[in-house]
């Protein structure tokens, strides 16, 4: 039997086209799809299942070219990696599969399924959806098509909704000892094809080493957030690495944890291990302010840690509170000053127009970015998303109708304005344009970054890229 697991073009966003989609993202680089890799591994391990994956997004694919191949692999099943705000996109792909053979059995499983299990099951074209993580799920569902494909016994399966049994949603599958998982199946990709514009040595790769967040802030739709973490020993963590660079010639990683820093004794372990095999690697991570302290900088530092992303969010205290983040924004400064110091390049995420900002708030969340010195500083506009508190408190205050579910039901058609107020964003979409040019067109900060560059090539990309970026951004979106 034949799996192909695919990751979808992203052509049809919902929200049409974003400041990010239409002028960031593209310039970013292209990261493998670690979640079908890790399916893939798993299966390779435990099923007689041939799999092949495709990576439409980072190859380019237009939905007729992705349907080619769909027909020139010729497979029994088809898992396509569904999010909501490519929704459409991964409908094409249902519809153009049953269009070459309405027998090849249509598996949907990503964060959309999370969200909207029961809105998965009914895409008319999908045969089987997968709420929760899914390396033991398709498992067990690949081996139940091999035993009765006229009838597979799949649906008491936790967490798999089919046509017939659409609430089986209650109970999904996580898995609790990570270290028991495979490496992810790099192999079946062109690792080559995988590079960061934050890097200095590509092809790159992701890597997981934990699942989880003990944190809750309020704007998070993450249903891993505020749950217990799971985390991979400090041994699997490096054995990964390590064949990463035996077999692949990889030496540049980002870790894709939601907090990789949260636990500070097993970050020292990675950051020792590391060091005490002599692996001359290079790595990013992501992390909160308050968690980190110097001693874990200088650790991290020294075993290959370049990078550190942080969610700020805001530089005023009082939405730090309302949006349940709670940093001290004195800590903020202090972490930003000692990682800088220690070599380690500092990238700020930060967004404007939460609920009841103020003009000085948003003027201040800006001017705190600057005064932070970061190497990088990424602007978004507040759009309540689906799952997480700031929605339903949305909802249940009518501010707003549930127009995540209307798109859900009618994905043809993006959704318009996403702020909180509905009617904001080409308003928030100027401010944050106008951010970007504060931010990255001041005289300190370009001469502080050519000091502060790893590589000429390195350098000469980001700059072509920060011109792509910025001429879209101040032609689309200026005020």
Same mark, same amino acid.
């Given at each position: 039997?034949?799996?192909?697991?695919?990751?979808?073009?992203?052509?049809?966003?919902?929200?049409?086209?974003?400041?990010?989609?239409?002028?960031?993202?593209?310039?970013?680089?292209?990261?493998?799809?670690?979640?079908? /890799?890790?399916?893939?591994?798993?299966?390779?391990?435990?099923?007689?299942?041939?799999?092949?994956?495709?990576?439409?997004?980072?190859?380019? /694919?237009?939905?007729?070219?992705?349907?080619?191949?769909?027909?020139?692999?010729?497979?029994?099943?088809?898992?396509?990696?569904?999010?909501?705000?490519?929704?459409?996109?991964?409908?094409?792909?249902?519809?153009?599969?049953?269009?070459?053979?309405?027998?090849?059995?249509?598996?949907?499983?990503?964060?959309?399924?999370?969200?909207?299990?029961?809105?998965?099951?009914?895409?008319?074209?999908?045969?089987?959806?997968?709420?929760?993580?899914?390396? #033991?799920?398709?498992?067990?569902?690949?081996?139940?098509?091999?035993?009765?494909?006229?009838?597979?016994?799949?649906?008491?399966?936790?967490? @798999?909704?089919?046509?017939?049994?659409?609430?089986?949603?209650?109970?999904?599958?996580?898995?609790?000892?990570?270290?028991?998982?495979?490496?992810?199946?790099?192999?079946?990709?062109?690792?080559?094809?995988?590079?960061?514009?934050?890097?200095?040595?590509?092809?790159?790769?992701?890597?997981?080493?934990?699942?989880?967040?003990?944190?809750?802030?309020?704007?998070?739709?993450?249903?891993?957030?505020?749950?217990? @973490?799971?985390?991979?020993?400090?041994?699997?963590?490096?054995?990964?690495?390590?064949?990463?660079?035996?077999?692949?010639?990889?030496?540049?990683?980002?870790?894709? $944890?939601?907090?990789?820093?949260?636990?500070?004794?097993?970050?020292? $372990?990675?950051?020792?291990?590391?060091?005490?095999?002599?692996?001359?690697?290079?790595?990013?991570?992501?992390?909160?302010?308050?968690?980190?302290?110097?001693?874990?900088?200088?650790?991290?530092?020294?075993?290959?840690?370049?990078?550190?992303?942080?969610?700020?969010?805001?530089?005023?205290?009082?939405?730090?509170? /309302?949006?349940?983040?709670?940093?001290? #924004?004195?800590?903020?400064?202090?972490?930003?000053?000692?990682?800088?110091?220690?070599?380690? *390049?500092?990238?700020?995420?930060?967004?404007?127009?939460?609920?009841?900002?103020?003009?000085?708030?948003?003027?201040?969340?800006?001017?705190?970015?600057?005064?932070?010195?970061?190497? *990088?500083?990424?602007?978004?506009?507040?759009?309540?998303?689906?799952?997480?508190?700031?929605?339903? $408190?949305?909802?249940?205050?009518?501010?707003?109708?549930?127009?995540?579910?209307?798109?859900?039901?009618?994905?043809?058609?993006?959704?318009? %304005?996403?702020?909180?107020?509905?009617? $904001?964003?080409?308003?928030?979409?100027?401010?944050?344009?106008?951010?970007?040019?504060?931010? *990255?067109?001041?005289?300190?900060?370009?001469?502080?970054?050519?000091?502060?560059? %790893?590589?000429?090539?390195?350098?000469?990309?980001?700059?072509?890229?920060?011109?792509?970026?910025?001429?879209?951004?101040?032609?689309?979106?200026?005020?």
């Amino acid at each position: 039997m034949k799996l192909l697991l695919i990751y979808p073009p992203r052509k049809y966003h919902m929200f049409g086209a974003t400041l990010h989609s239409d002028a960031i993202d593209g310039e970013a680089g292209f990261y493998p799809p670690i979640g079908l /890799l890790y399916i893939a591994a798993y299966l390779e391990e435990h099923s007689n299942c041939e799999i092949k994956v495709i990576d439409s997004f980072t190859e380019g /694919l237009s939905h007729d070219q992705l349907k080619d191949r769909i027909m020139s692999e010729n497979p029994d099943l088809v898992g396509i990696y569904i999010s909501t705000f490519y929704l459409f996109d991964a409908i094409l792909i249902a519809r153009n599969t049953k269009s070459i053979n309405k027998e090849i059995i249509v598996i949907a499983g990503g964060p959309h399924v999370n969200l909207y299990p029961i809105e998965s099951i009914a895409i008319p074209e999908v045969d089987i959806a997968v709420k929760g993580e899914g390396e #033991l799920v398709m498992n067990s569902i690949v081996k139940s098509i091999e035993k009765n494909r006229a009838n597979p016994e799949v649906g008491k399966i936790p967490g @798999v909704l089919t046509k017939n049994n659409r609430n089986n949603f209650l109970t999904e599958c996580k898995i609790p000892m990570l270290n028991a998982l495979p490496f992810p199946a790099r192999h079946l990709l062109d690792h080559t094809k995988y590079r960061s514009i934050l890097a200095k040595h590509n092809p790159i790769t992701t890597v997981i080493s934990s699942r989880g967040c003990p944190y809750k802030c309020k704007f998070c739709s993450n249903l891993e957030s505020g749950q217990r @973490v799971r985390f991979r020993s400090a041994k699997s963590v490096v054995d990964e690495l390590r064949e990463c660079v035996n077999k692949f010639g990889i030496y540049d990683y980002l870790f894709f $944890d939601e907090l990789f820093t949260v636990n500070k004794e097993r970050v020292i $372990d990675i950051c020792n291990e590391i060091t005490s095999r002599g692996l001359k690697i290079r790595w990013h991570c992501r992390s909160r302010a308050d968690v980190l302290d110097e001693e874990m900088i200088i650790k991290m530092r020294k075993s290959g840690c370049r990078l550190i992303q942080f969610g700020i969010e805001t530089g005023s205290e009082r939405l730090q509170k /309302l949006v349940n983040k709670n940093l001290n #924004l004195d800590k903020v400064e202090y972490v930003m000053k000692i990682a800088s110091d220690h070599g380690i *390049y500092t990238y700020g995420n930060f967004m404007v127009g939460l609920p009841t900002e103020t003009p000085d708030e948003t003027i201040s969340t800006i001017d705190f970015a600057k005064k932070l010195n970061l190497d *990088y500083a990424i602007f978004g506009v507040f759009g309540p998303l689906a799952g997480s508190e700031f929605y339903d $408190d949305g909802l249940r205050e009518g501010k707003f109708k549930d127009f995540w579910k209307e798109f859900v039901n009618e994905p043809e058609v993006p959704i318009q %304005d996403g702020s909180w107020t509905r009617e $904001d964003m080409a308003k928030y979409y100027a401010v944050i344009s106008d951010a970007y040019r504060q931010f *990255y067109l001041r005289p300190n900060y370009m001469l502080r970054r050519l000091f502060r560059t %790893d590589s000429f090539s390195q350098m000469i990309w980001q700059i072509k890229s920060a011109y792509k970026i910025f001429d879209k951004l101040f032609k689309k979106f200026k005020k």
